[in-house]
């Protein structure tokens, strides 16, 4: 069967990946801190699609490519700017291949400090005594780790043989592993470990992390890894609950084919709150709260195992394939393990999310849509923002509610798994396979009365137009939680914070909390919870109350997540001419901490201001 996937382009690579296409990477390379470099080589082995003569790949300017053979023999490359966040590796081959032949190119190659890596010192670490280094892939930063093809749209199986110096701990996103001290060199001060996932993935998924990380069991598929210091806290977050999680995936979605799911706690400067690195999640530190309150984020990069992982979004502008079917599949599994109100009030404060940033943005920021138009040159990174998670677990939502609710549409999604599982899509491929699926639903009646086809009209509009989302699912199953949070928050707009309210608010649940600040404004600053001093930071900055200052300087100070860290410097600057030189000074003194892209990003919006 033929996908419409399968001819369309990605602007953000520079690799002929329609001609020859990686079927397997392998890496072995040496990690030093000192110089912070990983040098050594990648090997390719390629599949040809259509004869070629060239093999052009995705590098990036920090990646030094030092030597390409074939077979023994050295191949001419050279090295081109293609974009602001990659460059163009093109290899001549000596001979054509021609379709359906096989080869492997050896491509020997320094990384260096580009985005994809990053180098973190000893006092940027929780332990602060021991370097450390993690790459991040998604979405294009991982040509500045390897040469590759980086492009969601080809999935590669790979392994990996990585020496790192004595003492330190390598991991990787890959379901097999082993470590062993290096026979060759006789002074023994490395450390080698081997990897393999022959599961096929995109580049993106390809993750390395190496530090001074120990692991504890969390269940008898899952371990979570971190630093030393951390690792008690770590597995009191997470031990007895993942293995619930995985199993209640698997009973809505399908089998987990990763074989492991191990947890990997990052240092703070981590910009995420999660990453989905196959067989090993990526998260921040925010998340060990001691009360497990922010296990949603651990129930979404799960849920990426089956959306994302396994049925994989073909180029950048579809990544609400990927985010809004996760944030579906994770409201699922929370509804099955903690009940409808809860997972009505977490997409509450989710949907409240899109809204604040519709509202920001404009109805009609071009960003705002599905399906977002990435012009050449444009980092997909930069256009990341809450439409593809929230619109597209909207229209997901939708699909549901067409197909006729819950169970049959549970079927569905199982079946689309299945049948899509180790390929790659563009939105058509899915809601084609959903129309097959159920063909009632095919046509649709217009208010006049008029029969047009659904994937003309209302799946277009879905797609294409900018702003709200046309269908909101019905949370009032939700009110038992929603509702306290609500009148609460009335309470405080009527009285103006004067008079104390006469509410126990000590058990609400985290996103109870979550709703009553994004709904009003109470007085809650004290807390270690990073979505609750968010909010809390966005209404002090807001009111100019700078006695909290101090609060959100610690707060940016504590932890690098893009999502926390943008909004408090956009309310900054966007506040008096205090908060903004507020802004310029806590900047000044947390900048080499933060992940380059953050820095970035930060440095734009003081520009800005
Ligand atoms: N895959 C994303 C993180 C990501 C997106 C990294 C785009 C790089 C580029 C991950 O699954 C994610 O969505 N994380 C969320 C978790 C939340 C929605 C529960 C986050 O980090 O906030
Ligand atoms: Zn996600």
Same mark, same amino acid.
Request: overall charge negative; glycine content about 6%; proline content about 3%.
């Given at each position: 069967m033929s996908l419409v996937s399968d001819t369309v382009d990605d602007v953000a690579t520079a690799s002929n990946f329609r001609e020859v296409q990686v079927c397997h990477y392998h890496l072995d390379f040496n990690v030093s801190f000192e110089k912070k470099e990983m040098k050594g080589a990648a090997l390719l082995d390629f599949k040809t699609n259509k004869t070629a003569s060239v093999v052009t790949l995705d590098v990036h300017e920090t990646l030094k490519v030092h030597k390409v053979t074939k077979d023994g023999m050295e191949l001419k490359f050279e090295v081109s700017p293609f974009t602001g966040y990659g460059s163009t590796l093109?290899?001549?081959?000596?001979?054509?291949?021609?379709?359906?032949?096989?080869?492997?190119l050896q491509i020997e190659y320094t990384a260096t400090g580009g985005p994809g890596v990053c180098w973190l010192e000893p006092a940027q670490t929780a332990g602060k005594v021991k370097p450390y280094v993690y790459t991040q892939g998604q979405a294009v930063m991982n040509r500045s780790f390897l040469p590759c093809q980086d492009t969601p749209a080809i999935k590669s199986t790979y392994s990996a043989n990585i020496k790192v110096p004595k003492g330190f701990t390598a991991v990787m996103s890959a379901s097999e592993s082993s470590s062993y001290g290096e026979v060759a060199n006789m002074s023994g001060d490395k450390d080698c470990y081997f990897f393999k996932l022959p599961i096929p993935i995109p580049s993106y998924l390809i993750a390395l992390a190496v530090g001074d990380i120990q692991s504890a069991d969390i269940g008898p598929r899952s371990r979570v890894w971190t630093e030393p210091c951390r690792l008690e806290d770590a597995k009191a977050e997470f031990g007895g609950v993942v293995e619930d999680f995985i199993a209640t995936g698997e009973k809505l979605f399908g089998p987990y084919v990763w074989g492991r799911y191990d947890i990997l706690v990052m240092p703070p400067s981590f910009p995420f709150g999660g990453m989905e690195n196959p067989c090993l999640t990526f998260v921040t530190p925010c998340l060990l709260v001691g009360d497990k309150s922010m296990t949603d984020v651990v129930i979404h990069e799960i849920s990426h195992s089956w959306f994302g992982n396994l049925v994989t979004n073909a180029n950048w502008s579809e990544f609400w394939l990927n985010e809004g079917f996760?944030?579906?599949?994770?409201?699922?599994?929370?509804?099955?393990?903690?009940?409808?109100?809860?997972?009505? $009030?977490?997409?509450?404060?989710? $949907?409240?999310?899109?809204?604040?940033?519709?509202?920001?943005?404009?109805?009609?920021?071009?960003?705002?849509?599905?399906?977002?138009?990435?012009?050449?040159?444009?980092?997909?990174?930069?256009?990341?923002?809450?439409?593809?998670?929230e619109k597209g677990f909207s229209f997901?939502?939708?699909?549901?509610?067409?197909?006729?609710?819950?169970?049959?549409?549970?079927?569905?999604?199982?079946?689309?798994?299945?049948?899509?599982?180790?390929?790659?899509?563009?939105?058509?491929?899915? $809601?084609?396979?959903?129309?097959?699926?159920?063909p009632g639903v095919r046509q649709q009646t217009l208010a006049g009365g008029e029969v047009v086809d659904r994937e003309k009209h209302d799946f277009h509009d879905w797609l294409y137009k900018p702003g709200t989302p046309p269908y909101c699912p019905d949370l009032s199953a939700g009110r038992e939680l929603t509702e306290p949070a609500e009148s609460l928050a009335q309470f405080w707009i009527e009285k103006g914070g004067s008079e104390p309210p006469n509410v126990d608010i000590s058990n609400w649940k985290t996103f109870q909390v979550l709703h009553f600040l994004d709904k009003g404004y109470p007085q809650i600053s004290n807390t270690h919870n990073a979505e609750i001093r968010l909010r809390w930071s966005k209404l002090t900055i807001k009111n100019d109350y700078q006695e909290d200052f101090p609060n959100v300087e610690e707060f940016l100070k504590s932890q690098g997540k893009q999502k926390y860290t943008l909004p408090i410097y956009r309310a900054l600057i966007k506040g008096s001419k205090e908060a903004k030189k507020f802004a310029n000074e806590v900047f000044s003194k947390t900048c080499d901490q933060l992940h380059v892209n953050v820095q970035v990003y930060v440095q734009e919006i003081i520009r800005a201001g």
């Open positions: 093109k290899v001549q081959l000596m001979e054509s291949v021609s379709k359906d032949e096989e080869f492997r996760t944030m579906f599949a994770q409201r699922c599994i929370t509804e099955e393990l903690f009940g409808t109100a809860y997972a009505c $009030l977490e997409t509450a404060t989710g $949907l409240e999310l899109l809204r604040q940033h519709i509202q920001n943005t404009g109805e009609d920021h071009p960003l705002n849509k599905l399906r977002v138009v990435i012009e050449p040159g444009v980092d997909p990174d930069d256009t990341y923002n809450e439409t593809p998670y997901v939502s939708y699909l549901q509610e067409l197909a006729g609710g819950k169970e049959v549409f549970g079927k569905f999604l199982k079946s689309y798994v299945d049948k899509f599982k180790y390929k790659s899509l563009v939105a058509e491929d899915t $809601l084609r396979y959903y129309l097959e699926y159920f």
